[in-house]
């Protein structure tokens, strides 16, 4: 099949997008009448579609579960969202929490605050609480009232401490119903709800007498009972649900009876409108995706056949779902298809992974391997070996917090510079950094071109934030970026059709040789971890060693020439002529930066921003040309150090003063994005260093 591989025609994958369902006239005029209702509210309370709602448990609890029944409802509602998971690197027992953003229009980040906290343990109700906003609302269960907040083994003991001193202040109880009060004081709506009951209530309907294997469903329990205040139409709840649980018609049945029983039991508890309402609004074909499915599917359009990984976070989770399919269609043109698949091959270590998808890579098929910081740094020596030996290897590196196993499950950008030196000498490399799903999902495909055109290990550079937060995006188009395989050898020529030896290294002005793979007849050639003559035989020679480092950094030049400006950065402006600050960035804080810049502009602050997605080669001419002239240059990362900032002085000469970090291993937000940023404008004449603390 890996030969095949090599000499096939490649196409793209079709990527099948499940179509909202459409509204039927009763449904419509409903939704209409409602729509029409939380207009006339809103004039008098707050807003429509335009929500942040979370949930929260212990881990294995169904979290992730509940908060993609959440999301997907609102999908097949048309409304965009944007979800933002924190979890544990435990498998069971701390807490995690799920924020998801709901909005009219697109969204590209979370924020601050929350509007609607389901919870349905104590942890989440007592960690979470103080951020919900007043007039937002807290459901819970009531049987947790007289919980002592120092009794819940699973809060660190600063946590408790913190909480049980700002009750204190306020002359509450530490408790859950000084939480409560708390809240209550705040304006916060409180809405009990005894799951307890809804259970049994289910049990009895569905013939089941034990409770206890109904207890899971408590999760759903919460999301119904959301969408009851929020006035959405339950209907999308009971299409998510069996999405959720598509292949389990029980599961589907006894959560779909719970959910219609905590919905009404939610309904009876409003006396009045709540503040905050969803309304479908007109449907449009929309992918909810997560970071590492966004790349899988990118990998399977752009023709990646082999990809090897050792578990672990957040990058597992892309060979997992690559595994889940590892069979789809691929499209062959005028309405037909054929059948192609993956092979996904877990290995004892990442030694073995590097080194398996180079052997796959050298036979032609498209190889990659996927991994994150501690993984990579086992890949080191291999990662040389395939630079020495020229090879079209794909890398895909999920950053974490560092270093040693730092924090496995928690956001951080502190590999670039790593990433850009890692492995003993020089050799080029190309490096491009994804900034939201779009990006990762097309970029994906566009690091197997760089490989092949330009013979050079790429690495595909993400972070946890964007590897496990999801959005709503529009259907990517599989056909948008072309196949590219440079100069790949095919057909039944014979070694190099004069009767001289195949040079698989030959000495080429713009550094790329003519490549075979392995065992076409006729190309017989030399791999070795040594420096090399032409053919691949070991030489020390100094003048062949000039030669041919000369001949492998010359590719870098000629990348740099041949990739598109539009693949090397992207450059936003707001509609206000004269900029007032320009802000450098790369990766997932592009999102938040873009939700942000519309704040700004409210506000009558003009700004720039420059996200660099491609830092090798580095586009150092553009990255001179936009910064030279900026009124007020203001670097952003996720970082301690500002190690972008670092870079761009090292290639520009330039020296980004102002710097807004964040390294406490959560995301940054809009809302700190926003209120920074006025911050270093509010005194541009100081050299500011702004370190943001946001998240829990």
Same mark, same amino acid.
């Given at each position: 099949?890996? *030969?095949?591989?090599? &000499?096939?025609?490649?196409?793209?994958?079709?990527?099948?997008?499940?179509?909202?369902?459409?509204?039927?006239?009763?449904?419509?005029?409903?939704?209409?009448?409602?729509?029409?209702?939380?207009?006339?509210?809103?004039?008098?309370? %707050?807003?429509?579609?335009?929500?942040?709602?979370?949930?929260?448990?212990?881990?294995?609890?169904?979290?992730?579960?509940?908060?993609?029944?959440?999301?997907?409802?609102?999908?097949?509602?048309?409304?965009? &969202?944007?979800?933002?998971?924190?979890?544990?690197?435990? +498998?069971?027992?701390?807490?995690?929490?799920?924020?998801?953003?709901? =909005?009219?229009?697109?969204?590209?980040?979370?924020? $601050?605050?929350?509007?609607?906290?389901?919870?349905?343990? !104590?942890?989440?109700?007592?960690?979470?609480?103080?951020? %919900?906003?007043?007039?937002?609302?807290?459901?819970?269960?009531?049987?947790?009232?007289?919980?002592?907040?120092?009794?819940?083994?699973?809060?660190?003991?600063?946590?408790?401490?913190?909480?049980?001193?700002?009750? *204190?202040?306020?002359?509450?109880?530490?408790?859950?119903?000084?939480?409560?009060?708390?809240?209550?004081?705040?304006?916060?709506?409180?809405?009990?709800?005894?799951?307890?009951?809804?259970?049994?209530? #289910?049990?009895?309907?569905?013939?089941?007498?034990?409770?206890?294997?109904?207890?899971?469903?408590?999760?759903?329990?919460?999301?119904?009972?959301?969408?009851?205040?929020?006035?959405?139409?339950?209907?999308?709840?009971?299409?998510?649900?069996?999405?959720?649980?598509?292949?389990?018609?029980?599961?589907?049945?006894?959560?779909?009876?719970?959910?219609?029983?905590?919905?009404?039991?939610?309904? &009876?508890?409003?006396?009045?409108?709540?503040?905050?309402?969803?309304?479908?609004?007109?449907?449009?074909?929309?992918?909810?995706?997560?970071?590492?499915?966004? %790349?899988?599917?990118?990998?399977?359009?752009?023709?990646?056949?082999?990809?090897?990984?050792?578990?672990?976070?957040?990058?597992?989770?892309?060979?997992?779902?690559?595994?889940?399919?590892?069979?789809?269609?691929?499209?062959?043109?005028?309405?037909?298809?054929?059948?192609?698949?993956?092979?996904?091959?877990?290995?004892?270590?990442?030694?073995? !992974?590097? #080194?398996?998808?180079?052997?796959?890579?050298?036979?032609?098929?498209?190889? !990659?391997?996927?991994?994150?910081?501690?993984?990579?740094?086992?890949?080191?020596?291999?990662?040389?070996?395939?630079?020495?030996?020229?090879?079209?290897?794909?890398?895909?590196?999920?950053?974490?917090?560092?270093?040693?196993?730092?924090?496995?499950?928690?956001?951080?950008?502190?590999?670039?510079?790593? +990433?850009?030196?890692?492995?003993?000498?020089?050799?080029?490399?190309?490096?491009?950094?994804?900034?939201?799903?779009?990006?990762?999902?097309?970029?994906?495909?566009?690091?197997?071109?760089?490989?092949?055109?330009?013979?050079?290990?790429?690495?595909?550079?993400?972070?946890?934030?964007? !590897?496990?937060?999801?959005? #709503?995006?529009?259907?990517?188009?599989?056909?948008?970026?072309?196949?590219?395989?440079?100069?790949?050898?095919?057909?039944?020529?014979?070694?190099?059709?004069?009767?001289?030896?195949?040079?698989?290294?030959?000495?080429?002005?713009?550094?790329?040789?003519?490549?075979?793979?392995?065992?076409?007849?006729?190309?017989?050639?030399?791999?070795?971890?040594?420096?090399?003559?032409?053919?691949?035989?070991?030489?020390?020679?100094?003048? =062949?060693?000039?030669?041919?480092?000369?001949?492998?950094?010359?590719?870098?030049? &000629?990348?740099?020439?041949?990739?598109?400006?539009?693949?090397?950065?992207?450059?936003?402006?707001?509609?206000?002529?004269? *900029?007032?600050?320009?802000?450098?960035?790369?990766?997932?804080?592009?999102?938040?930066?873009?939700?942000?810049?519309?704040?700004?502009?409210?506000?009558?602050?003009?700004?720039?921003?420059?996200?660099?997605?491609?830092?090798?080669?580095?586009?150092?001419?553009?990255?001179?040309?936009?910064? *030279?002239?900026?009124?007020?240059?203001?670097?952003?990362?996720?970082?301690?150090?500002?190690?972008?900032?670092?870079?761009?002085?090292?290639?520009?000469?330039?020296?980004?003063?102002?710097?807004?970090?964040?390294?406490?291993?959560?995301?940054?937000?809009?809302?700190?994005?926003?209120?920074?940023?006025?911050?270093?404008?509010? $005194?541009?004449?100081? =050299?500011?260093?702004?370190?943001?603390?946001?998240?829990?």
């Amino acid at each position: 099949m890996l *030969a095949q591989t090599a &000499t096939m025609k490649w196409t793209a994958v079709s990527v099948r997008v499940p179509t909202a369902p459409r509204m039927n006239d009763v449904t419509a005029q409903s939704a209409t009448t409602r729509l029409r209702e939380a207009k006339t509210v809103s004039r008098a309370i %707050v807003k429509v579609n335009d929500l942040s709602w979370m949930t929260g448990g212990p881990q294995g609890s169904g979290v992730d579960s509940s908060a993609n029944i959440f999301a997907g409802a609102c999908v097949l509602g048309g409304l965009w &969202t944007f979800g933002l998971r924190e979890y544990y690197s435990s +498998i069971k027992g701390p807490h995690s929490y799920f924020e998801v953003r709901v =909005n009219g229009d697109k969204i590209r980040s979370h924020v $601050n605050n929350v509007d609607v906290l389901a919870t349905f343990d !104590a942890e989440t109700l007592i960690r979470h609480a103080d951020e %919900v906003t007043s007039g937002g609302g807290i459901l819970y269960d009531p049987t947790f009232a007289n919980i002592e907040i120092d009794r819940v083994d699973t809060i660190e003991t600063p946590v408790v401490l913190r909480i049980k001193a700002r009750l *204190a202040k306020q002359g509450l109880p530490g408790t859950v119903t000084g939480i409560l009060d708390e809240a209550r004081k705040r304006g916060v709506n409180l809405f009990p709800i005894q799951y307890n009951d809804i259970i049994a209530k #289910t049990a009895a309907q569905i013939g089941e007498h034990q409770l206890s294997k109904l207890s899971r469903i408590v999760n759903v329990l919460s999301v119904s009972a959301s969408f009851a205040i929020l006035g959405f139409d339950e209907t999308y709840l009971n299409q998510s649900i069996e999405r959720a649980f598509a292949s389990k018609k029980k599961v589907v049945d006894m959560n779909e009876i719970g959910a219609k029983l905590a919905y009404d039991a939610a309904k &009876t508890q409003l006396k009045q409108p709540f503040p905050f309402q969803l309304q479908p609004i007109q449907n449009q074909p929309r992918l909810l995706l997560m970071g590492v499915e966004a %790349v899988a599917l990118g990998k399977l359009v752009g023709g990646c056949r082999v990809q090897t990984y050792y578990p672990i976070t957040p990058a597992a989770d892309e060979s997992e779902f690559l595994e889940s399919h590892g069979n789809f269609d691929i499209s062959a043109g005028n309405n037909l298809s054929q059948k192609g698949s993956i092979l996904v091959t877990q290995t004892e270590d990442e030694i073995a !992974a590097i #080194t398996m998808a180079t052997g796959a890579a050298l036979t032609g098929a498209r190889a !990659a391997t996927s991994t994150s910081g501690p993984g990579f740094s086992l890949m080191v020596e291999g990662l040389g070996w395939a630079g020495m030996n020229e090879v079209p290897l794909v890398i895909t590196h999920y950053q974490r917090g560092g270093p040693a196993t730092g924090q496995p499950t928690r956001h951080e950008q502190g590999d670039l510079k790593f +990433i850009l030196s890692a492995a003993h000498g020089e050799f080029p490399r190309i490096v491009l950094c994804s900034g939201d799903m779009e990006e990762s999902f097309y970029d994906a495909i566009r690091i197997f071109n760089y490989a092949e055109r330009f013979q050079m290990p790429s690495i595909h550079l993400i972070d946890k934030g964007l !590897a496990n937060n999801s959005m #709503t995006i529009s259907p990517p188009k599989a056909d948008l970026v072309p196949i590219q395989r440079g100069k790949l050898i095919q057909g039944d020529h014979q070694g190099n059709g004069n009767g001289e030896p195949y040079r698989r290294f030959a000495f080429t002005e713009d550094g790329v040789s003519p490549r075979a793979v392995l065992g076409m007849p006729g190309y017989r050639f030399w791999n070795t971890g040594d420096e090399h003559d032409e053919m691949g035989h070991i030489e020390e020679d100094p003048d =062949n060693r000039v030669k041919m480092m000369t001949k492998r950094m010359t590719k870098l030049e &000629t990348s740099a020439k041949e990739i598109p400006e539009d693949e090397k950065f992207n450059f936003f402006r707001s509609s206000k002529k004269q *900029a007032d600050v320009t802000i450098v960035s790369w990766g997932s804080t592009k999102g938040p930066i873009l939700d942000a810049m519309k704040l700004l502009e409210r506000d009558g602050i003009g700004v720039e921003f420059l996200q660099i997605r491609l830092v090798s080669p580095f586009p150092t001419e553009t990255v001179k040309q936009k910064l *030279a002239g900026a009124k007020l240059v203001v670097g952003i990362e996720q970082n301690y150090s500002g190690q972008m900032a670092a870079v761009i002085a090292e290639k520009t000469m330039i020296d980004v003063k102002n710097k807004i970090v964040k390294f406490n291993g959560r995301p940054m937000s809009q809302d700190e994005i926003y209120q920074s940023v006025k911050q270093v404008i509010s $005194n541009p004449a100081q =050299n500011r260093r702004v370190v943001l603390t946001h998240g829990a």
